[in-house]
């Protein structure tokens, strides 16, 4: 079924459709499934089927965007030349951030997380993506063409991958070597991408431990005007 409206086509949107009951435990069990997800610093080595990363990045491509721009453009990396140099880059910054741009403050809120300058996991996971976001579009002519709301959409992607990447069974880390423009460097990427996020993918390293952090309870997070 399709109409015009203001002259552009649309399409009959068919809805999900669910009971009252369904759509209740359809709430708590997906709320029970984000919950397990953590953020994994070690991983193994064991691979990731190249189509399961397709499917979780089309996935994250789902998510909306300013004027349906879609100002977002992913890097599905396993070159293990690539990687390294990913790490090296990275872990070259890091060491920068650890030692003298980190306030104490910041360095103090981090001793929980057991993090430091070292990176391993850009080598280790199977799979590293990179997110770009695309501040402008660029034409065959060369002519720019603004995106809108860029940072908001490309984090809902980020977001939705990180979503699907738990629910796929697999764990990531949202890393954000700062400052990251190494990333379009080693990638290649053309001048209208700037990369946003940094995700090793993959399975945890055998026997992980992760901090023993709480989430805020519903009365800090959630107010209600009914
Ligand atoms: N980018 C650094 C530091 C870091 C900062 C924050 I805020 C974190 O939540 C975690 C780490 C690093 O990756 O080690």
Known sequence: ????IDGFEHIRYRPLSFTDKEISERAQSFYQ????????RSFSGTPVEKQVIT??????ATAPSGANKQPWSFCAISNPDIKKAIRVAAEEEEKKNYAQRMSETWLKDLEPF???????FLETAPWLI?????????DDNNQ???NYYVTESVGIACGML???IHNAGLVTLTHTPSPMNFLAKILE???????FLLLPVGFPDHDTYVPNITRKPEKEILNYYE
Do not use: C, G, Y
Request: charged share 30%; no cysteine; hydrophobic share 35%.
């Open 33 to 40: 499934l984000l919950d397990k997800r953590r953020s994994i």
């Open 114 to 120: 057991a993090t430091n300058w070292q990176k391993p």
């Open 55 to 60: 499917s979780i990045i089309k996935t994250a």
């Open 144 to 146: 720019q063409h603004k």
């Open 162 to 164: 990180i979503t699907a």
């Open 189 to 195: 990427r053309p001048t209208n991408e700037k990369p």
């Open 130 to 138: 990179v997110v770009f976001k695309k501040t402008h579009e660029l």
């Open 1 to 4: 079924m399709k109409k015009l």
